[in-house]
């Protein structure tokens, strides 16, 4: 293993991460909260020029395939939903983060974006089978942000895979988590719930991304919506859409089923379903960025 890394100086780069626009920031705020108005999200997107462009661009897009042009930024947002609205937002001024290259993990630009949004898409299928009431687009954001933490350690990682996998394959490491914490002394969990602190995510956020892969550990009162980004995360890699060498190198906990009523033949049809608005939200958001706003 390699020599371990200064914590320090990880939290130092952590701090010095792009902020959230105002806008990304204030829908995350309003999404979150158990009652809100579509009427908010719609208040929040119409005050950004920015994000109106890119909005009425994604729904126009051939991917959507509408037979008329929406000009309206009312009916736009009530034909993405929330949960897209918040996509392109966090998209848009994250991109540094979710687009960049982890090397620490063998894996090519736009792999986390990628993951990351099936993850969401999965999460969201999941939460419509939570035995209690859990709002699916929140599920979603969850997933949206869930693994951010590796965008901030990946260029620490840098040389480490080989010795991980070894050591994997050794059962020398309970699983990646470990690695990353005996090399770093963080791993990539801990390192996203504190960006979550440093952006001021609603706390139900940083529980998803701080417990993902141990959502046992969550607290009662966000169990369930960490189950949901547990059970994204894994449905992603097994449809073959992860970020490198960690991949399916995680522990499934078998625990979710206190939260959720799912069948091996309803998580392979997640697996079809997610893929399916996967590849067209990945279209219409491409499409919609290649046009200048």
Known sequence: MATRV?????????????????????????????????AEVIAVVRTDAHLTARVLKTVNS???????????????VNYL????????????????????????????????????????????????????PLNPDLAFTAGLLHDIGKALISD????????????????????????????????????GAELAAAWRLPHSLQAAILHHHAPQQAPAEQRALVYAVH?????????????????????????YSDYFALSQDELFGIILEADAEFQKITHSMAEAKEKPV
């Not at 051939?62 to 009312?74: N, V």
């Not at 996998?165 to 963080?186: F, P, S, T, V």
């Open 6 to 38: 200064d914590r320090q100086a990880i939290l130092e780069t952590i701090q010095k991460a792009p902020m959230l626009s105002p806008s990304a920031s204030r829908l995350l705020q309003i999404t979150a909260a158990r009652d809100h108005e579509m």
């Open 156 to 191: 620490f990682l840098k040389g480490t895979a080989p010795d991980l996998l070894r050591e994997l394959e050794e059962q020398l490491l309970n699983d990646y988590l470990e690695g990353e914490r005996a090399a770093l002394g963080i791993d990539h969990p801990e390192a």
């Open 81 to 132: 939903g929330e949960r897209m609205v918040v996509g392109i937002a966090i998209g848009d001024c994250a991109a540094q983060l979710f687009q960049k290259p982890l090397d620490g993990y063998e894996s090519e630009k736009g792999s986390l974006w990628r993951h990351d949004l099936l993850t969401a898409i999965a999460a969201r299928e999941v939460a419509g089978k939570c035995k209690t």
């Open 62 to 76: 051939a991917a959507f395939g509408l037979l008329y042009e929406i000009t309206s930024i009312d009916r736009a």
């Open 231 to 255: 059970l994204g995360d894994i449905i992603a890699m097994m449809a073959g859409c992860g970020t490198g060498t960690d991949s399916l190198r995680y522990r499934l906990d078998p625990k």
